[in-house]
Every structure is written in C-alpha cells, then in structure tokens.
C-alpha cells in the first residue's frame, strides 16, 4: 500500500513540476497587471492578423487531411494496391522527422534554384508554402487513427452490405463510414492541434513577417525576442487554452473509442 | 511530400561527395548533432523509467483525479511547441527566481523531457490494460515476490511497447525544435542542438551546412521509423 501511494506521489510530482507547474506560471504572469494590457494586445491589429492566419492554415489543412487520411486509410486496410506499404511507412515521416528539416525542404524546393522556382505566384515567405508546411506536419494523425479500427471491424459487414446490392460509395456511407467515426474525429482533433500549433516548419518557410505571414506561434516567438513579453504570454495563453480545449474533446472521445 | 525531400537529398548532394563530407564534418555541426544524439539518449532512460511507472499509475492504481492526470499526459502533443519552450522559460529564465536552467543544458534536457512525456505512457497504457493478470497472480501465488513478478512477468511483456514508445521519444527529441529554441540560447558547442543549428545556418544564407545536417536527421528518422516497423512485427510475432 505505500508502495502504491509512493508511485501514485511519484507520477503526480513528475507531471506537475514538469508540465503543471509552468505552464499555470504563464497564465499568472499573463493576468499579474490585470486584464487591461491583454486587452490591448487582444485587440492589435498585428495579433488579430496572426489569429486569423492561424485559423485560415487550420480551416484549409485539416478537411483536406481528414479526406486524404480516410483515403489513405482505406486503401492501405481495404485494397493492396502496389506501393501501398511504402505509403504506410512514409504517412509517419512527419511524427519522426524534425519540424526544421521539413521547412528546410520546402525551402530548397521553392527557393532559387530549387525544381519548383519560379512560378508564378509566390509560394516561399507566403501562403502557400505555409498551407504546405501545416498540412505536411499534421499528416499522419487522421491515417494513424483510422488504420486500426479499420483492421479490425474486418470487411464482413461491407461485403454483407455488397452482397445486398449497396454500390461502393453507399456501402463506404452506411456501414464503413458510422464505424470508423470516433476514430476520425478523434484524429481530427489531434490533425487541429497539430495545425494550429506547428512551429519550426512555419518559422523556416513563413519569414515570419507582422501582419502578413505571422502566425500565432512566430507571433509568438518574435514578440518574445523583441521583449513585448506581455504579447507574448497573451498568444501563449491564447494557445494554452486551444490546446486544453483539445484535451478536454480527447478525453470525451476517448472512452467512446475504447468501449467500442 | 516526397518531392521536398527529395529536393534535400539532391541539395545535399549537389556539389558531390566532397562537399558533402566537408559540410557535415563541420565543427560546429558536429558538436550539435552530438549533443543531440546524447540528450535524446537520456531522454530515452529517464522516459523508459517514468512513462512505464505513469502508465502502471493510471492503469493499476485508483485514485481521486485519475481523469484529470490521464487527460494532462496529452498535454505536451496539444499544446503549441513554442508555447512549451516559452512557459518552461518563464519558470526557469532569467526573470524567474529559478533561473539556473535557462541556457544550460540541462535546460534543453528539461525542455525534451516536456515534450517527449506522453509517448511511453501512451504505447505501455494500452498493452498494461489488456495484460492479463491471471500470469501475475498465478506467479504470485508460487511464492514470487513483488519484485520478481514485475521483472519476469510484466516487464518482458510490456517490453515492445516500451521500445517502441522511446523509439517515438528519441525521434522527437532529436528533431524538436520549438521547446527548445528560447530556453537553448543557441549557444555554439555549448546548447546548440541539430535542428537550432539547422535554423541558424539558414538564416546564415549557409544552405550547404543546414542541408548536410538535415540529411542527417532525416536519415535518422527514417532508421527511427524503420525500426519501429521491425519491433511491430517481432512483437506480434507470435499472433500469426
């Protein structure tokens, strides 16, 4: 029994002093001078562009990866295509490969003398390249998700509802689709965060410019270095907040997941 | 997806083999890349230790707030990394009262840790759920002590998932970069990891010296990626 608390104290104390302990730090600091500074921060134009940018990436990224994912998904479980298991193996290249090497990449790519310099709109320091590096990060999460479940619902209830005379597509509708769905919304929601909080592959291809390629997360780090730290810590716990919202969809999807 | 990389591979190579080797055997990126691969090898110790212990918390023992320590391992995968890297210098940086973290090393390594907690709990957890403990109590009751019930039972059976949860923490830890770009300092030779290096070449206009690096990582991730693959099949070895 006083093993069991020491472990129970142990695990608390890990994860308070390294995860609690500073980030409810930087909600005090945000809130020390009271609301007024963060309003005004709230209500720069500089800090509204970034949020809308943000929001832009993320409103782009993550329906194009849902569909990509479920498709993807699909056809790794359901058909051997040739190539399929290479794809299987490169979908998680984004979870282990470093944020910088993928923006890194784009840059070569894009940038003078790379294989796609020179078309005509500008791709590097601008929208583009920036949509490209948000959904190249948050890739995985949809496929990562639904490749399981798929697995293992087996192919008896899609091949009953073909039997029966459902076409491809209503089949997908009516019998794959309502299977997977916690699946795919909880891969959503790991896709969201993903997009919203990416930052080294931004920093590299964005050029991180006020009011126009500045998203939350460089608005972040450019007014920490030029010691605006009160727009900083009010980005930071704008963020915070999405991240725990995330948490909290996470744990209401979870449960349903498992007792599937 | 494939193109960009792509792109770095022939970049890296563009100027031959010789160039190459020059670029990567550059001093100041050798020093990176080695602190890296050493700070992802205590990452990987201290994770294997405290995700297996934080997984046989959540999964074995019953507590009030169980939900709310379940929910915050996720923390470090939804929150923004440089929020991470901003709020872990907020409390060890230079206007804090504890700032002998900020710009060490063990700072850097504060700030892996951070984002590397949910990987092992998250792969041990499941497999701790399913794992049956008839084989514990049936050890037990021949006479093993508590000990000897955990190292002879439990720990070879959540051994894959605990490889392959550091697999996961070691790849990230080598390519984090937003956590640690405030709280490093980029000190050279001193705190500057890969990817901090990486970004500070490209902001040098060096593309060689930042391509040759990230060759290297990417080849790394890939051999992360490839071995992860391996211990899923020797793991499930048995089910076929």
């Known amino acids: 029994m006083i093993a069991r608390s020491g472990l129970r104290l142990v695990a608390f104390a890990y994860v308070g002093l390294l995860l609690l302990a500073p980030v409810g730090l930087v909600f005090y600091r945000t809130f020390e001078h009271g609301l007024e500074p963060v309003r005004q921060v709230v209500s720069s134009p500089d800090f509204l562009h970034a949020l809308k940018l943000t929001l832009e990436l993320a409103l782009i990224a993550v329906p194009l990866n849902t569909v990509f994912g479920v498709l993807c998904a699909l056809a790794v479980v359901r058909h051997r295509l040739p190539g399929v298991g290479i794809v299987n193996a490169l979908v998680d290249l984004p979870l282990a490969l470093s944020p910088i090497v993928v923006g890194f990449s784009l840059v070569l790519l ?101 009011g126009r390629t500045q998203t939350l997360t460089t608005y972040v780090d450019q007014s920490y270095q030029e010691f605006q730290t009160v727009n900083a810590y009010t980005a930071s716990v704008m963020l915070a907040t999405l991240a725990m919202l995330t948490l909290l969809v996470m744990s209401v999807l979870r449960p349903k997941e498992e007792t599937r | 997806m494939l193109l960009p990389l792509a792109a770095l591979a022939a970049r890296a190579r563009s100027g031959g083999w010789h160039d190459f080797w020059q670029a990567a055997s550059n001093p100041q990126g050798t020093a990176a890349l080695k602190l890296t691969l050493g700070l992802a090898c205590g990452i990987v110790l201290v994770n294997a230790v405290m995700g297996t212990l934080i997984a046989w918390v959540l999964v074995r023992d019953d507590f009030p707030g169980k939900v709310v320590l379940n929910a915050v391992i996720d923390l470090p995968f939804a929150l923004p990394t440089i929020v991470a890297g901003l709020t872990l210098l907020t409390l060890y940086g230079p206007n804090s009262k504890i700032h002998s973290l900020a710009f060490t090393r063990a700072g850097v390594f504060v700030a892996l840790l951070f984002v590397t907690l949910p990987f092992v709990v998250r792969t041990v957890q ?62 050279p030779f001193k705190t500057e990891v890969a990817s901090v290096f990486i970004f500070g070449q490209l902001n040098a206009d060096n593309t060689n010296g930042a391509a040759a690096l990230s060759l290297e990582l990417l080849a790394l991730s890939f051999a992360v990626l490839l071995g992860i693959g391996a211990l899923r099949r020797w793991s499930t070895r048995h089910d076929r």
């Open chain 2, 126 to 187: 499941p497999v701790l759920l399913e794992l049956d403990r008839e084989m514990e109590e049936a050890a037990a009751s021949l006479g093993a002590g508590k000990v000897a019930v955990f190292r002879r039972i439990v720990f070879p059976n959540l051994l894959p998932a605990i490889l392959s949860g550091i697999a996961l923490a070691f790849a990230r830890a080598i390519g984090e970069f937003g956590a640690v770009v405030l709280i490093s300092g980029n000190l």
């Open chain 1, 110 to 210: 894009y940038g003078p003398g790379g294989w796609l310099h020179g078309l005509p709109i500008q791709v590097l320091f601008a929208f583009p390249s920036m949509l490209l590096a948000t959904i190249f990060v948050s890739l995985p999460f949809v496929v990562r998700e639904v490749v399981p479940v798929l697995r293992e619902i087996g192919t008896d209830q899609e091949e009953a509802a073909a039997t029966l005379g459902a076409s491809a597509f209503t089949t997908f509708r009516r019998v794959t689709l309502p299977a997977i769905r916690w699946a795919v919304a909880y891969g959503v929601v790991l896709t969201t965060a993903r997009a919203i909080g990416e930052y080294g592959a931004l920093a590299v291809v964005s050029g991180s410019i006020a």
